[in-house]
């Protein structure tokens, strides 16, 4: 099970700078769509322990959450060294997810 979504956060220079296969999942400890889809979310990414995970709080003023424009949470960014090549927002099944981890795993043999 993952810990509460982090405070303390990277900078957009710092994540862009990160290697392999990462994903930055932005919510809030209190949200229920958050909460829900940690039922998709959690099994999804314990299959895939080769995904760095960083979950970051995210809110009003937070610039990395400004930098990715996430509007609604939970919004999974699914990162290969540094770029974006997917994104979930509101998972509302498991399926959304697993193709994100494809599309990841892709970018990943280009």
Known sequence: MATGYE??????DE???LTGPVVVEFGT???GY???ASRFIEPALAEHPE?????VED???RPLGRSYRVKLWPTLVFLQDGTEVARVVRPGNRAVLDEALATQAA????
């Open 107 to 110: 970018a990943a043999q280009a």
């Open 34 to 36: 958050c909460r829900a």
């Open 15 to 17: 994540v862009d700078a």
């Open 29 to 31: 400890d209190w949200c």
């Open 51 to 55: 995904v760095r995970r960083i979950r």
């Open 59 to 61: 809110g009003k003023g």
């Open 7 to 12: 405070e303390e956060q990277l900078t957009r």
